[in-house]
């Protein structure tokens, strides 16, 4: 046989063929990531964003720093605001009309905690303001392996006021 023919046979180009794969797999992963994780959360953002100037533009108010959206019975947009060197907190609906306002003493986030931790000793740490059954309170959310808490205490005093535990 002489050296100098060549064969049919096709080399082998595996490194080639699993760089193809690997960079399909990645591509896929970010678009998933991309289209399912980023996109929503970046369009939830902007119309947080939105509803927070549509409100300050409407009342005219001054933004104190906190804005939040509580999703409880109803949904209320929380707001810190200043009107006239007063700080207060505001409760929006979902129309962004004014529902109720608060510019009483606050208990703060540490008493909150403190006091969630006396009774169930637990260490929580996202505590916000929310407007529930007709009255502005703290509320927390905390997650552990098997269960799923939520707590509400007064907005002047920390003191406990109801919670579920699912």
Do not use: W
């Not at 678009?31 to 300050?56: C, G, K, M, T």
């Amino acid at each position: 046989m002489d050296p100098t023919i060549e064969t049919n046979k096709k080399p082998h180009h595996f490194k080639g063929n699993l760089l193809i794969v690997i960079l399909v797999v990645i591509f896929v992963f970010l678009s998933f990531y991309v289209f399912e994780v980023h996109i929503p959360y970046s369009s939830h953002q902007d119309d947080l964003n939105n509803a927070r100037e549509a409100i300050l533009k409407k009342y005219k108010y001054q933004y104190g720093g906190s804005f939040y959206q509580y999703n409880g019975a109803s949904t209320y947009y929380i707001m810190s605001i200043k009107n006239k060197n007063t700080k207060y907190y505001g409760a929006f609906d979902e129309k962004y009309n004014l529902v109720d306002t608060y510019n009483g003493k606050l208990a703060g986030n540490t008493a909150v905690a403190n006091a969630i931790y006396k009774k169930y000793k637990l260490h929580v740490h996202d505590i916000h303001i929310c407007y529930e059954d007709g009255a502005f309170m703290y509320y927390v959310k905390y997650q552990s392996n098997n269960n799923l808490y939520y707590f509400f205490y007064s907005i002047d005093h920390a003191a406990f006021i109801k919670s579920y535990n699912l």
